[in-house]
């Protein structure tokens, strides 16, 4: 027993001796000074040369393509988000070119299609939209808009489609469960789609009663079918399976 504590308390000792070796010898001597942090960070970041310039020096010698693109769909966006760091270029009053971006390869990094980002953002499937074109044949990038008002759902919905492709609901129309306004396409945040709100708009295509009109459309006894629930409680509209 004897042993077994002193060795204990020689492991102890050892993680003990190596605990205060690393605060002496590798924690910075700033550390905890102004927060949990080092200190002498802030004079490391303020050495760094400056390369960006701000929208404000680009204002100042690009006052038209500054005006629209702050009225355009890019108005959140820098300028140097596209063109790259312009400090350099600011400084030397425009001789110092500023970064010219590849359209094909850049404009797909936010806009190609990609199932997290919100719904209605525009997106395109990057081999299939013109393929070879650049996005600047169409698009201002300064504020940019589709050329023409997208015909189908699926060019802003195209998981929503993907899904319904596949499901009893393929052959559905969108507009059959959902009113949208043709202003919809053209600003989809600002213009709300109508959706089903009740169990009687399944039940027009579900309901026991209408087997003989709709076929091989699931059936099922309204009265005694979850009446607590709404249909898509349950049920994923876009690709709805029996649970």
Known sequence: MNQQVLRLGVAFGIVGVAFIGARHYLIPPTFG??????AAAVKTIASHPVKYAGRVECADCHKEVVAVARLGNHRG????VCHGPAAAHAEAGGDSATKVVQ??????????????RPTGFPQIDAVEHNPLKVCTKCHNPHAPVTPRVPGECKACHRQIAQAKGMSKHAAMPCTGCHTAPEQH???PRSVVVGKPTDISFCTRCHAQPDAAKQGDAAQIKVESHYRRNLCWDCHYPHNPKAS
């Open 33 to 38: 000074e102004l927060g949990h942090y080092r």
């Open 185 to 187: 396409k053209v600003t």
């Open 77 to 80: 966006v820098s300028c140097e």
């Open 103 to 116: 359209p094909r390869q850049f404009c797909p990094v936010c806009h190609a299609y990609n199932a997290s």
